[in-house]
């Protein structure tokens, strides 16, 4: 006998209206976003780019709109439905949120987007045109909206200002979560609220409420943001680089670099990132920036609550935070100390990005300074820049790779595996170890993160980390592989690796694969890479499974 599914709602099965229904509320809030970013374009003057957000926001609310509207009487998601809204939903987020890039390379005039290159630069054309790819475009959105921060843009100063701006809103906004944003907004009560919030990647709450927390988040991300725009800003004012800006473009840097930092989505608005500076000063302050976004939130509020910083100490994932800093630091300062001779000098006079600060000869503090930032944006997953990377020493790279895939505390901004699986997979080996000597009747509990937990308990705690971890070592060497044979004979394995973990662990730092000359093979496979690595693999595996086989167990 043929099971006959629920057709109740506009002709559809339930848990088709139900995840059209959801991800139509996704693509109603990004029309928000890109018709807001309307007046961005018309404060600049940017008249072509200004048409790009209008049409690209009417197409987005068309859709996103029509889905709501048709599906409305829906019933709430389940955790099924969670796991696959969040998959499908930043898919088709990235995928219309690439349109402002597209239209605005196709509908400004050439000579137009030659007045946005900066005078005394070393090139005359506008990162703009490369948009006019649309694979390039639906990198740019696919990179921004999940935090990645790799960029087919390679001049970002040539880009207009609104498409700065666009590629900083997604990332701020993609950083906390599309996902949170809605549910914030609709106030949705119940479970279908908390399967949303846990569909990506998200358990702890703040409050029993899931709007109530995702409303505090917001609160507390947005009262970040004002302080780092205001220190950055004033960093760099006194910065040697600020003192040839005029007031309002060091505003503007301070606030971009803000909303990237932040949400360690790691997108600049300066043609090298941050080594565009060479300001210990700016680098300094960046890194406080940095660390806050791979801090969990409920860690953030109850500091503010309580105005206690012990928190940060009792938090497990934050005090291991903490130490992977300071181990890093000393580890990766080491190995670029001892290893700086052996950089050929052929590097010296290249000028530009690599010549900037070039790792020819430095002395060890500037080799310290480097590995602290870089070491710190890594872990962080931001992705900001202030070394030639791609000229350091294997050993390096690979270290820095490991930041990239451990990544910083789940419930924060940031990608990677996250502390607490690492954590979860070294306790569970060192229980299987131990178990090995116990007697089988024998009554076991360990302690996490305040947590008592029975034997059944850590079983499955540890299982499930091992599991994900595996996954996504998996993904890893698969693509590392396929990429060190598209990359071309200059980059190594070691190159292939990094540039794999920092897509998949949504970072952004680059040895320099990445880019718009990129082989189209291995820049789609940085889309998946990204996509993979914001959602944690096991919603891609529920959403590709619901493709083959449906929704039914």
Same mark, same amino acid.
């Given at each position: 006998m043929v099971r006959r599914r629920n057709r109740d709602v506009a002709g559809w099965p339930s848990d088709l209206a139900t995840i059209a229904r959801d991800v139509g509320s996704l693509?109603?809030?990004?029309?928000?976003?890109?018709?807001?970013? #309307?007046l961005i374009a018309l404060g600049?003057?940017?008249?072509?780019?200004?048409?790009?957000?209008?049409?690209?926001?009417?197409?987005?609310?068309?859709?996103?709109?029509?889905?709501?509207?048709?599906?409305?009487?829906?019933?709430?998601?389940?955790?099924?439905?969670?796991?696959?809204?969040?998959?499908?939903?930043?898919?088709?987020?990235?995928?219309f949120g690439a349109l402002p890039f597209f239209l605005a390379a196709h509908f400004v005039p050439s000579a137009v987007a030659a007045r946005y290159v900066p005078a005394g630069v070393d090139y005359?054309?506008?990162?703009?045109? +490369? =948009?006019?790819?649309?694979?390039?475009?639906?990198?740019?959105?696919?990179?921004?909206?999940?935090?990645?921060?790799l960029t087919m843009a390679i001049h970002e100063p040539s880009l207009p200002r609104a498409i700065q701006w666009w590629r900083s809103l997604i990332q701020w906004v993609g950083g906390v979560g599309v996902?949170?944003?809605?549910?914030?907004?609709?106030?949705?009560?119940?479970?279908?609220? +908390?399967?949303?919030?846990?569909?990506?990647?998200?358990e702890e709450k703040i409050h029993p409420s899931i709007v109530s927390t995702v409303r505090t988040v917001w609160k507390i991300f947005l009262g970040y943001t004002l302080v780092s725009v205001l220190v950055l800003f004033v960093a760099i004012e006194l910065s040697d680089?600020?003192?040839?800006?005029?007031?309002?473009?060091?505003? *503007?840097?301070a606030l971009n670099h803000a909303m990237t930092g932040l949400s360690t989505g790691g997108f600049s608005v300066t043609d090298n990132s941050i080594a565009t500076y060479d300001s210990t000063l700016i680098e300094s302050v960046l890194l406080p920036v940095m660390a806050l976004g791979a801090i969990a939130f409920p860690v953030h509020y109850a500091v503010l609550a309580d105005r206690d910083l012990g928190e940060l100490v009792s938090d497990l994932q934050t005090r291991w935070l903490l130490i992977c800093f300071a181990v890093g630091v000393v580890v990766l300062a080491a190995q670029n100390v001892v290893s700086v001779p052996?950089?050929?000098?052929?590097?010296?006079?290249?000028?530009?990005?690599?010549?900037?600060?070039?790792?020819?000869?430095?002395?060890?503090?500037?080799? #310290?300074?480097?590995?602290?930032?870089? *070491?710190?944006?890594?872990?962080?997953?931001?992705?900001f820049q202030s070394a030639p990377i791609g000229r350091w020493a294997a050993g390096a790279k690979v270290l820095v790779a490991g930041a990239m895939v451990l990544g910083g505390a789940a419930g924060s901004t940031v990608g990677?595996?996250?502390?607490?699986?690492?954590?979860?997979?070294?306790?569970? #080996?060192?229980?299987? =170890?131990?178990?090995?000597?116990?007697?089988?009747?024998?009554?076991?509990?360990?302690?996490?993160?305040?947590?008592?937990?029975?034997?059944?308990?850590?079983?499955?705690?540890?299982?499930?980390?091992?599991?994900v971890t595996i996954l996504w070592l998996l993904i890893l060497g698969a693509s590392s592989l396929v990429l060190v044979n598209l990359a071309g004979p200059e980059f190594s394995y070691a190159d292939a690796v990094f540039e794999v973990a920092s897509a998949q662990g949504n970072v952004g730092l680059s040895t320099g694969i990445t880019g718009p000359t990129m082989n189209p093979i291995a820049e789609a496979m940085f889309l998946l890479n990204m996509w993979v690595g914001r959602l944690e693999i096991i919603p891609i595996l529920v959403f590709a499974r619901s493709l083959v086989y449906g929704l039914d167990p």
């Open positions: 693509l109603t809030m990004e029309a928000v976003l890109m018709t807001a970013s #309307i600049f003057g940017e008249w072509y780019v200004a048409l790009a957000f209008a049409l690209a926001g009417s197409v987005t609310a068309v859709v996103g709109l029509g889905a709501r509207h048709a599906f409305a009487a829906a019933p709430d998601p389940r955790m099924k439905h969670g796991m696959i809204i969040a998959a499908a939903g930043w898919l088709l987020v990235a995928v005359t054309r506008s990162s703009l045109l +490369y =948009f006019a790819d649309p694979l390039h475009a639906l990198f740019e959105s696919m990179s921004g909206w999940t935090g990645s921060g996902i949170v944003l809605t549910v914030s907004i609709l106030a949705r009560p119940g479970s279908g609220s +908390y399967a949303l919030y846990r569909s990506e990647a998200r680089y600020g003192a040839t800006l005029p007031a309002w473009r060091a505003a *503007w840097q052996a950089v050929p000098d052929a590097f010296a006079d290249t000028g530009g990005w690599l010549g900037a600060q070039a790792f020819v000869g430095p002395s060890a503090a500037d080799a #310290i300074r480097d590995s602290v930032f870089q *070491w710190i944006s890594a872990l962080t997953c931001t992705g990677g595996i996250k502390i607490i699986r690492g954590y979860l997979v070294g306790r569970g #080996i060192a229980w299987q =170890f131990r178990r090995v000597f116990l007697p089988p009747s024998a009554v076991v509990s360990a302690r996490l993160n305040g947590r008592r937990l029975a034997r059944e308990e850590m079983e499955r705690e540890f299982s499930e980390a091992a599991i």
